[in-house]
Each structure stands twice: as structure tokens, then as C-alpha cells.
């Protein structure tokens, strides 16, 4: 009997399901003409031209007279020229956004309402990792959806732990571990592991791996003063100050960590998906890095996670065909494209599968497996400001001028001071 | 006389009264084409310069909407200017001018002297070689001393290592950062300066260096007492350059130095102070307040050295 009405629910609700994404592709082929139309995609990622191109493409190949020009601006100076051209009125019709700024376009109206892009686009909404599509709600609308998104893991070099005599990090590790590896690793030419001023690869990440918050969940409250998140603040500082198995401050801001894991100068680096393609281009690392997931602090497995947002202008004259763009880019064939390039980590689960196919000699499935673990990239209306004091307390932290209780008391109270006037 | 005068006149008289109009409207023809030829240039002074520097100074005393919008203020941008670290850039933005023009001007100008002794062979060369770093794009000229700096693969410390020395950390340890950067700045800007005093040194007879010699004075005496002081209106001229200039850094800090470098308090000059507070965080009448404010050092500074100059410079 209980089977039975098991069985019906499911049935039921197969029914409506199938039934919703039966209604769906009448309603936006309706209002999209068939004039010649041009959209202008903005994007900042020189090495994900080859990918983007090809979708443009490919979209220009199924709908004919819409031509995506694309336009690329270095991250550097993206987002300058992205609010510069918002207050032109001359917004790409398409571009890509992240949570750190996401949030200011948002309420200030300067996107459009996409809807319910799976929905649209005809697939789950469990085929794409909540978390990073939550990040591109704003009070409950989606104004913008990620094509990709990326964890964060423990990159690893197989030569160094070899030659050193050290077992090869597991998904079970936890800090303990890494600091012990990293002490039997470092040698005078080789650093055990390199701590990078980075908020996603690094304080994103020990920080709810301590037990603490970046920020509270209704983005008014720094959460760094917190015990667990101080704990956090402490293994990235003794990494460097106590147990010296990383480079300084110095020396990670004038050669990256990256670089100097490419090279095998330093064993173990935190990095993101989005590290795979180049570390996979570079012959050495291609050979001998690997990957798992990152290991474990007192408050267990936690792992930022970010994805690039695809948002339309409010303003733009091509609003239907700009969604359409979108929902191609987000959904199977756009993931398609950027997976078979392993150009990043697409955010449709259909294509994740070629992306880990595309470079086989690392474990990447360490990067979906985290998704279970995700913590949301921390952020909220002008989050650039606070941004600009964390990277000023954690210079003092990790050149150990302060110590992690200054660090994390100083940052709070500037954070909360810049999110008590945000918006005002 | 008197015929000849009255003749004169006579014959003159109408051709004078038509002449004297002619005379008028052919000036105030001559008056109408100066102002027109010199149009362009006020138009675009205006519409360029100082009608942005009127809402620049309206924009410091609002707060602005991310986009578009705003709200009256009043001065309180500028008290919010009373930071450490607002004073922090404004110290290392004149420590960096003090190097540039203090440093750059006196090598420019010794150089510039020994480039103009007509006994020196590759003449052209050296000029060029000295001119090169102006050409080139101040984002390649911050990449190449970046790897010139690095630390640990920087082509400088491995010649202090080849010598047994140790090197340093240039461009990040923060008590010596600015200097390395101001070197920078004076190898940048060197050759333009150059030019100019070369042409100056150009200028000053050669029977002044005749009669000095014929009473025996050498070389370096020639050029204190006769060379410098000859040009000294183009060391005003070039000094004053400079250190408009040089109180403008950005580019060189900004591709040389990023913001995780510990260094990066202690070079962080006003203009990219004015940089992050209104591109990176979106406060642009906060900005707006610091350029003014820069705007004010910057003229202030060359008033002092117009009084200065008095005193120094030879007419």
C-alpha cells in the first residue's frame, strides 16, 4: 500500500514536471524577432576567448541573424569600465558579473529579470550548484545565472612528495597534516607550501574551515572578530610567521604562487578549478601535479564557492534575444563547448563530466565533490570597500605585524562601520 | 613748406578720413580673427580643463550614486580627507616628487652637459639611448623593473649575488620600496629633461666658454659658472615640469606594486588613493575631494618655486 502511494507521488510528479517544461518553449519564442540583431558580450578571461567565440558561434549557426560581438577588458580594469559604461547608458547587452559586484548592479536596476533560467532553458534546477546560482539572486529575482563555477582544492606536486618521502595528500587530511607535510617538504630551495593573499584560494576558505564567517547571512555583520573565524586567520599566518614553510608576503606578491608552483619551488599550493587549464598547459605541472580536496579545519570541510554571472542591461534593446544568448551559454551546448575546452568548470551538470575529461592527469573530481561543502562567496551591496580593509589587515597578518586577534577585532570593526553606511 | 604741407594735406584729406576707417575696420577685422583663430584652443581649454575642474570641485562637495544621482555635502568629503592614511600618500607622494626632481633634474642636467662637449664620439647614440624610456609605455617600462626587482629571480639581486652580496626585497619591503620606484621614475623621465637643458646648453654663446678658457678655467668650472647659470631659465622651466609630473605618479606604482604587497602602504601615492576611492569603491565625491585637494599641492607648489625663482634664475 505505501509503495503504491509512493509510486503515484512520484508518478504526479513526473506529470507536472514534464507537463512545466512542456509549456515552457512557446512563451519566449514569441517576443523574439527575426531582424538582423547584434549583442555586445563583455568578459575579462583573455584564456576563455577561444571558448566564447565558439559559442557565439554556435549560436549564430542556430539563429542566424543574431551576430554576439564579443569584448574583452583585463580584470583589472573590468569592472571601472563596466560602471563607466553603465553610467553612459552603453552596457553590453550581455556581460559577465561576480558576487563582489553583482549585488550594486542588482539594486540599482541596472539588470534585467531572467526568470527561471532552467526553466527556460528546459533542463533541472538541480542540474547547477545552488550555492552559485544563488549568489546571482537578489531579493528573490535571478538577475543574473553562472555558466561556470569554481571550489577550490589542495594542488600537490608528486615529484616533491617523492623525493621528500611523503605520503600524498588524501580527501581526510585535515591542517595538522598539512603543516606536518609541509615542515618534512620545505628544504632551502623548496617552500612546503605557498600562502597567497587571495580571498577566494585562501581566507574564503579557512575561515569557515576554523568554525567563523566572512560576513552574517544577512550581509550586515563582519563575522571576522568570531572565535572559529580567528583560528582560521591563525593557520594562514603561522603557516608563514611560525612554522616558515611558506614564502612571505614578499615573495607571493611578486611571483604567484601559481608561478612558483609551475616551476616545483614551492609543493603545495590552495587553488582554484579555474588553476586546471594553465597548470595543465605547463608541461611540468601537467606531469606531476594532482589534486584533492582541501583539507579539513576544526569545524570540518568547507569550500568557497564563486561562479562568473551572466547579466543582461536593463537598458539593452534586445532584452529576449539577450535571455535566449544566456540560456544557450548556461545551458547543455554552452556547457558542451567550455567543458570539451576544459576552458572551466561549466555549471550545468551535463558538461562537468567533459571538463574532467578534458584533462585527465589531474583528479578533478575533487572540485564537484566539494560542492557538498560549498560556502557561499561572502558579499553584499558595495562589497569592493570592505574587500579593500581585508587585503589591508591580512598584509599586516601575514607580514606578522598584527597578530590574528588584532587582525580579526581591526577588520571587524571596519567592516561593520563600511556596512552600516552601504546603500546610504 | 607751407605749400608743400598744404598740398600734402589737401590731396590727403578725403583719402585720410577714408583711410582712418578703412584703419578701424581692418583692426577690428584683425581683432575678430584672433579671436576666431584662437577659438579651438579657448573652446577646448574650457570645455576640457576648466569646466571639469568647476565640476570636479561641485562633485567633491556631494556624495554621488553609483550611477548617476547625487546629494549636497558640503565640505564634509574633505574632513573625511583627515586620515593617516590619506597623509601616508600625501608623504609618499612628496617623498617620490623630492627624488624625481631633486635626483632626476641634477643628473639630467650633468648628463645633458657631457652630451653637448662636441669631443664626445656616438653623440646621437647616447642621446637616443637616454631618450628611449620617455617613448616607451610606462606599462612596459613597470613590467621590466618589476622582473628587474624580483627577489628571488630578479636580474638585480643576481648580479648583487654574483659580487657576494645579498640583495633585497625592492619593491616589497616597505622602507625601501619608494626609492626603488622613484629610481624608476627619475630613469623615466631622465631623457625628456635631457632634451630640453641640451637645448638650453645650446643656446649659450661659445665665445662665453672662449673668453673663460683664454683666462684658464677648466672644464668643471666652465660649467658652474658659466653653463648653469646661462640655463637657468630652462632648469626653472624644467623643474617645474618635473614636478608636476612626478606629483601625478599612478601608472608606475600601480603596475609595479599591487595592493597584497607589504610595501604597498608606504608607496601608495594620492593619485591612486584617489583611484581606489572612486573606481574600486565607488565613493566619487570622496575622489572628487582628493584631486582637488591635489589640485591645490600642485598649483601651491608651483607658485612657491615662480617666488623662488626670483632668486635664482639669471635674465
Sequence with gaps: MRKIAKFTALAIAAVVLTSCAASQPSTPTATLSSDPVTLRYAYWGPNQTAAMQKIADAFHAKYPNVTVNLELTPFKQYFTKLQNSAQGE???????????????????????????????????????????????????TQYAFPKDFDTVGLWYNRALFDKAGVAYPTKDWTWNDVIAAAQHLTTPDVY?????????????????????????????????GSGGSLKGLEYMSDLVNKYKVSPSLAQTTETDTRQMFGSGKVAMIYDGSYAAVELHKNEYTRANA?????????????????????????????????????????????ARIQGETGTTLPSYKAGQELWLKA?????????????????????????????????????????????????????????????????? | MNTHS???????????????????????????????????????????????????LYISMTKQGPFGGSSWVGISNFERLATPEFGQSLLNTLGYTAIVVFL??????????????????????????????????????GVLWRWIYNTDYGILNQILRFFGLNGSSWISDPNIALYSIAMVGVWMTVGYNIVIIAAGIQEVPAWYHEAAMLDGAGAVRRFFSITLSAISPTLFFVTVLAMIKALQVFDIVYLMVGDTSPAFDRVKPIVYYFYQSGFIENDKGFAAAVA????????????????????????
Design chain 1, 192 to 224: 612546503g607550501i605557498g600562502v597567497k593573499l587571495d580571498p577566494q584560494a585562501w581566507i574564503y576558505n579557512v575561515v569557515p574551515q576554523g568554525g567563523g564567517t566572512v560576513i552574517s547571512a544577512d550581509q550586515k555583520k563582519s563575522g571576522y
Design chain 2, 292 to 315: 582637488i585637494v591635489l589640485f591645490i599641492l600642485i598649483a601651491s607648489l608651483t607658485g612657491v618655486q615662480f617666488w623662488i625663482q626670483k632668486k635664482w634664475v639669471q635674465r
Design chain 1, 90 to 140: 552603453d552596457l553590453a547587452d550581455v556581460f559577465w558579473i561576480n558576487a563582489t559586484n553583482f549585488q550594486l548592479y542588482a539594486a540599482n536596476g541596472q539588470l534585467a529579470d531572467q526568470g527561471d533560467v532552467p526553466r527556460a532553458v528546459g533542463v533541472s534546477a538541480s542540474d547547477y550548484p545552488p550555492a552559485a546560482v544563488d549568489l546571482y539572486r537578489y531579493n528573490g
Design chain 1, 359 to 424: 584533462m585527465p592527469q589531474f583528479h578533478l573530481q575533487a572540485f564537484l565533490d566539494e560542492v557538498v561543502d560549498a560556502y557561499p562567496y561572502p558579499t553584499s551591496k558595495n562589497a569592493p570597500v570592505w574587500q579593500a580593509y581585508e587585503t589591508e589587515e591580512m598584509r599586516r597578518l601575514l607580514t606578522g605585524a598584527a597578530t590574528p586577534a588584532d587582525v580579526g577585532a581591526e577588520l571587524a570593526k571596519k567592516m561593520d562601520s563600511a556596512l552600516a553606511t552601504e546603500g546610504k
Design chain 2, 104 to 141: 632626476g633634474v641634477p643628473v639630467a642636467t650633468v648628463l645633458a652637459a657631457m652630451l653637448s662637449t662636441t669631443k664626445l664620439r656616438f653623440r646621437v647614440f647616447y642621446r637616443a639611448a637616454f631618450f628611449i624610456p620617455v617613448i616607451t609605455l610606462p606599462a612596459a617600462i
Design chain 2, 6 to 56: 598744404g598740398l600734402a594735406a589737401g590731396r590727403s584729406r578725403s583719402p585720410r578720413s577714408f583711410s582712418a576707417r578703412k584703419v578701424m575696420s581692418i583692426r577690428q577685422g584683425e581683432i575678430m580673427w584672433g579671436y576666431i583663430l584662437i577659438a579651438p584652443t579657448v573652446i577646448g581649454l574650457g570645455v576640457f580643463y576648466l569646466w571639469p575642474v568647476v565640476q570636479t
Design chain 1, 290 to 334: 594532482d589534486v584533492v580536496q582541501l583539507p579539513a579545519g576544526p569545524a570540518g570541510d568547507k569550500t568557497v564557492i564563486h561562479g562568473v554571472g551572466q547579466a543582461i542591461s536593463a537598458k539593452s534593446k534586445n532584452i529576449e534575444w539577450a535571455k535566449k544568448y544566456v540560456q544557450f551559454l548556461v545551458g547543455p551546448e554552452g
